[in-house]
T-cell receptor
């Protein structure tokens, strides 16, 4: 059974804290993604990675960075958390190829107070 | 840039009835894929159905089918014989050819009334 695992389902952090969201996949997928989900806005891509140590900005990268040191792990970093980063964060992975589908983690609901 | 629009924030249907969720998209590409994803209250997003743009035949997966109108750039999802377990957020998504990233619509929350 394929699996994408996010380290936390719920997280509460203070403004200005450095926050790490971790994602691990066990499917040997080349591609990994971080999305942010907000009501009425759907899912918006923050960053994605198509290989180890490779990354590309998505549509809303400001205030975020990422790290991919190993193929199975993709980390999202909030350098200095702000209240407008309170949201649901979804990690996904996929293999290369035309007919590939994305597999998602269970999401991390982050609250910044 | 490609965009995906779901104009129905919420829909409801009686159990065992049929419901159609709407999705339109904008692209100048000819090679692309369209998807419907379901996000139940457990939050685990799962793929419901996929359509390749080069295929004229509408995709079907059991009670789920799509109406793919390429010229109109429309991709609606029909759920037949609705069940309580179908209650979820449904997202329409687009992926260009061999590109890797998905572009999502705003989502439609579907409620099933017993």
């Amino acid at each position: 059974d394929v699996k994408v695992t996010q380290s936390s389902r719920y997280l509460v952090k203070r403004t200005g804290e450095k926050v790490f969201l971790e994602c691990v996949q066990d499917m040997d997928h080349e591609n990994m993604f971080w999305y942010r989900q907000d009501p009425g806005l759907g899912l918006r891509l923050i960053y994605f990675s198509y290989d180890v140590k490779m990354k590309e900005k998505g549509d809303i990268p400001e205030g975020y960075s990422v790290s991919r040191e190993k193929k199975e792990r993709f980390s999202l970093i909030l350098e200095s958390a702000s209240t407008n980063q309170t949201s649901m964060y979804l990690c996904a992975s996929s293999s290369r190829g035309a007919r590939t589908e994305a597999f998602f983690g269970q999401g991390t609901r982050l609250t910044v107070v | 840039a490609q965009t995906v629009t779901q104009s129905q924030p919420e829909m409801s249907v009686q159990e065992a009835e049929t419901v159609t969720l709407s999705c339109t998209y904008d692209t100048s590409e000819s090679d692309y894929y369209l998807f419907w994803y379901k996000q139940p209250p457990s939050r685990q997003m799962i793929l419901v159905i996929r359509q390749e743009a080069y295929k004229q035949q509408n995709a079907t997966e059991n009670r789920f089918s799509v109406n793919f109108q390429k010229a109109a750039k429309s991709f609606s999802l029909k759920i037949s014989d609705s069940q309580l377990g179908d209650a979820a957020m449904y997202f329409c998504a687009y992926r260009r050819g061999r590109a890797q990233k998905l572009v999502f619509g705003q989502g439609t929350r579907l409620t099933i009334n017993p």
